[in-house]
């Protein structure tokens, strides 16, 4: 019998989370920005309500999406200056 390949299919949604598997187990986290305005899981959804925030996947991402929210023009200063200090207290993993 031939050994079968290990395929990992990751999914992500719309809010940019996605549920990463590790050897010991799996984490869900944010791996990139995605759609602010996702009701599920988008960032903008989630300060509002006042969840508990989905961590980042690392210091870098969440850098990354701090520096996308910063220059887009879709965002009002009050919010923009909302979300970028709830990124900013939003936890991330360390990098591997």
């Not at 999914?11 to 799996?26: E, I, K, M, N, Y």
């Amino acid at each position: 019998m031939l050994d079968e390949p290990d395929v990992r299919v990751t999914l992500v949604r719309p809010g940019g989370v996605s549920v990463q598997t590790f050897t010991d187990g799996a984490a869900c986290m944010r791996i990139c920005l995605g759609y602010l305005h996702d009701p599920d899981d988008g960032l903008l959804a989630e300060m509002k309500a006042e969840q508990d925030p989905v961590p980042w996947a690392s210091e870098g991402v969440r850098d990354e999406a701090a520096q996308a929210v910063s220059v887009r023009a879709d965002l009002k200063d009050d919010v923009r200056s909302q979300l970028l200090a709830w990124i900013a207290a939003t936890p991330y993993f360390e990098d591997a």
